[in-house]
C-alpha cells in the first residue's frame, strides 16, 4: 500500500513517472528473452513495433498487470522493498548518486606533444635522491594520471618473491585485473601491462602532420594528438578489453615474448 501511495504521488511529476517506465521497462526486456527461450510461445506482434509503447506488451507477454500501479502494488513488492531497505540500518542520511553516471574517461593529453615533453621535463625517479633527470624514464597511467618511473632498476620491488617495476605494481593498485595502460613519454610509447606479467607495445597516440606515429620518438618531428587513436586506447580500458589485445599482439609479434613485461 505505500508503494501505491508513492506511486500515485509521482503521477503529479511527469519525469519521475517516466523514469519508472523506462527502468521496469529496461528489466522486462532480458526478463522476456529468458521467457521465450524456455516456453517458446511467441512475443505479441506490438513488441516488433517500435512506434509501440512496450511497457504494456511486456507485461501482458510475461502476465504482469499492464499498468504501473498495479505492477508496483502488493504484498509480495512491499515485502522486497522492506527487505531491501532493511539493509540500510539506522543511517539517516547518505549518499546521493548522482544521475546519469558519468562515462568513464581517460586523463586529458595536450594537443601538442611538445607540451607533455615539457611538463615532465624536471622529473626525476622519487626513488633516488640524487638529481638526476636524464636516467628517469616517465610513465604516465592514461587512468589516473599518476606518474611513474618505469622500466628501471631503482623502482622495482620484490613482492612474494618477485621483482616487479613501478608500472606493474601500479596497475595492482589503480585497476586491477582489467589491465594497465601507460604513456612512456620520452619514447612516445603507450605499454599495455596485464595482472599475469604480461604486455604489448603500441604507437602513443600522436601523430606527425601526415598521420603518421613516431615510436621511439626517432625521426623528431612535432607531434599532435590524434583524437581516434586516443579513444581506441580509451575504449580498450573501458570494455576491460586490455588482457584480449596483449593475447592478440602476442599471436601477431612473437618479439613481446622477449620483454621482461613485469620490470615495465
Same mark, same amino acid.
Given at each position: 500500500?505505500?508503494?501505491?501511495?508513492?506511486?500515485?504521488?509521482?503521477?503529479?511529476?511527469?519525469?519521475?513517472?517516466?523514469?519508472?517506465?523506462?527502468?521496469?521497462?529496461?528489466?522486462? $526486456?532480458?526478463?522476456?528473452?529468458?521467457?521465450?527461450?524456455?516456453?517458446? &510461445?511467441? +512475443?505479441?506482434?506490438?513488441? #516488433?513495433? +517500435?512506434?509501440?509503447?512496450?511497457?504494456?506488451?511486456?507485461? =501482458?507477454?510475461?502476465?504482469?498487470?499492464?499498468?504501473?500501479? @498495479?505492477?508496483?502494488?502488493?504484498?509480495?513488492?512491499?515485502?522486497?522493498?522492506?527487505?531491501?531497505?532493511?539493509?540500510?540500518?539506522?543511517?539517516? #542520511?547518505?549518499?546521493?548518486? #548522482?544521475? +546519469?553516471?558519468?562515462?568513464?574517461?581517460?586523463?586529458?593529453?595536450?594537443? @601538442?606533444?611538445?607540451?607533455?615533453?615539457?611538463?615532465?621535463?624536471?622529473?626525476?625517479?622519487? !626513488?633516488?635522491?640524487?638529481?638526476?633527470?636524464?636516467?628517469? !624514464?616517465?610513465?604516465?597511467?592514461?587512468?589516473?594520471?599518476?606518474?611513474?618511473?618505469?622500466?628501471?632498476?631503482?623502482?622495482? =620491488?620484490?613482492?612474494?618473491?618477485?621483482?616487479?617495476?613501478?608500472?606493474?605494481?601500479?596497475?595492482?593498485? %589503480?585497476?586491477?585485473?582489467?589491465?594497465?595502460?601507460?604513456?612512456?613519454?620520452?619514447?612516445?610509447? &603507450? &605499454?599495455?601491462?596485464?595482472?599475469? *606479467? $604480461?604486455? %604489448?607495445?603500441?604507437?602513443?597516440?600522436?601523430?606527425?602532420?601526415?598521420? *603518421?606515429?613516431?615510436?621511439?620518438?626517432? =625521426?623528431?618531428? +612535432?607531434?599532435?594528438?590524434?583524437? *581516434?587513436?586516443? /579513444? #581506441?586506447?580509451?575504449?580498450?580500458?573501458?570494455?576491460?578489453?586490455?588482457?584480449?589485445?596483449?593475447?592478440?599482439?602476442?599471436?601477431? @609479434?612473437?618479439?613481446?615474448?622477449?620483454?621482461?613485461? /613485469?620490470?615495465?
Amino acid at each position: 500500500m505505500i508503494i501505491l501511495k508513492c506511486v500515485i504521488y509521482f503521477k503529479t511529476s511527469g519525469s519521475v513517472l517516466q523514469t519508472l517506465h523506462l527502468a521496469v521497462a529496461e528489466f522486462l $526486456r532480458p526478463l522476456s528473452l529468458l521467457y521465450h527461450a524456455l516456453t517458446l &510461445v511467441p +512475443p505479441p506482434e506490438a513488441l #516488433k513495433d +517500435p512506434s509501440v509503447q512496450e511497457f504494456e506488451p511486456l507485461c =501482458r507477454y510475461l502476465g504482469f498487470m499492464p499498468t504501473l500501479v @498495479d505492477f508496483l502494488s502488493g504484498s509480495c513488492v512491499e515485502k522486497l522493498f522492506v527487505l531491501w531497505s532493511s539493509a540500510l540500518g539506522n543511517i539517516s #542520511k547518505g549518499d546521493l548518486i #548522482k544521475q +546519469p553516471v558519468l562515462k568513464n574517461v581517460f586523463v586529458k593529453l595536450p594537443e @601538442d606533444f611538445s607540451e607533455l615533453i615539457n611538463s615532465v621535463a624536471n622529473f626525476r625517479c622519487p !626513488s633516488v635522491s640524487i638529481n638526476d633527470r636524464s636516467a628517469s !624514464s616517465p610513465s604516465l597511467c592514461l587512468i589516473c594520471g599518476l606518474l611513474l618511473c618505469s622500466q628501471s632498476y631503482c623502482c622495482q =620491488r620484490t613482492i612474494n618473491g618477485v621483482t616487479i617495476g613501478a608500472c606493474s605494481r601500479h596497475v595492482t593498485s %589503480c585497476t586491477g585485473p582489467s589491465g594497465g595502460i601507460f604513456l612512456r613519454i620520452r619514447d612516445s610509447q &603507450v &605499454v599495455l601491462l596485464t595482472s599475469r *606479467e $604480461r604486455g %604489448c607495445l603500441y604507437s602513443a597516440p600522436y601523430v606527425d602532420r601526415y598521420g *603518421e606515429t613516431d615510436p621511439g620518438f626517432r =625521426r623528431g618531428n +612535432p607531434l599532435y594528438l590524434n583524437h *581516434e587513436l586516443f /579513444a #581506441k586506447l580509451e575504449n580498450l580500458w573501458i570494455t576491460q578489453s586490455v588482457a584480449e589485445e596483449v593475447i592478440n599482439q602476442y599471436e601477431l @609479434d612473437h618479439r613481446n615474448l622477449g620483454f621482461e613485461w /613485469a620490470h615495465f
